[in-house]
């Protein structure tokens, strides 16, 4: 695999397992070390990820509640002084109510926002102000979803919700916020993005009967399409890349 990200440092959030771990292996692999932040342990998924990869490239963990301002704080200081810098942020860790608008209660909408565009939020922040500001480079990347394009692609009226408004809701906004972040900090060397995915296969999903019948691409999406469109944005390849959305879908949100 192509060492394009020797020598950088990233953190990636809700890396423990699924689609945040593919994207954490996948960054290590192309020779970025990788802190995997996650609200249950990570030291399995560190484990497996060291193993796989050049025994130079790094590999840590820490357990953070995306939506507690100080310890996002603590979390990027502590890698910042840890690895020397922080070059590549993956803003993933995410939570889905599948509960329909007739359904849907304050505590699921509260969660999906806080937890969605709320910790998405407060780690940019703190990695922007004052470390990717300070060095002149960074690379930040939001995963969003379709749902925050389409307003809910499997919202059908009978039932087959498959995400809720407020998860909707919370990925349109991380949409309109990275496209924010990337006019105020492109003049600093910043980079910012989203990927959005469209239905991964991942055990989230598992149990979720997703018809494939709006794919151009006849078959549910993997970890690793997403992962290699985040090392993609993460590259130098991407570096005239910015306020953009990449949609990882097979076909599903095409205008």
Known sequence: MIKDLEGRVSLVTGAARGIGRAIAQTLAERGS??????????????????????????????????????????????????????????????????????SMDDETWERDIATNLRGTFLFTQAAIYPFMKQ????????????????????????GASRSGPAYAAS????????????????????????????????????????????????????????ATAVAFLASPHSGFVTGDTLKVDGGTAIG
């Not at 790094?58 to 507690?68: L, M, Y």
């Open 33 to 102: 070390h990788v802190m995997l932040v996650d609200v249950i342990d990570g030291a399995e998924a560190v484990e497996e990820i060291s193993a796989a990869v050049d025994g130079t490239v790094r590999i840590a963990s820490s357990i953070v509640d995306v939506r507690d301002r100080a310890q996002v704080r603590a979390c990027v200081n502590a890698v910042v002084e840890e690895f020397g810098s922080l070059d590549i942020l993956v803003n993933n860790a995410g939570t889905c109510g599948r509960i329909d608008l007739e």
């Open 171 to 226: 990925k349109g906004g991380i949409i309109a916020f990275t496209k924010w972040v990337a006019k105020e900090v492109g003049v600093y060397g910043i980079t910012s993005n989203t990927v959005a995915p469209g239905p991964i296969a991942t055990p989230m999903t598992e149990n979720m009967n997703y018809s494939l019948d709006t794919h151009a691409i006849k078959r549910m999406g993997t970890s690793e399409d997403i």
């Open 135 to 158: 060095q002149g480079f960074g690379r930040i990347i939001n995963i969003s979803s379709i749902s925050g394009i389409m307003g809910g692609p499997f919202a059908t009226g009978d």
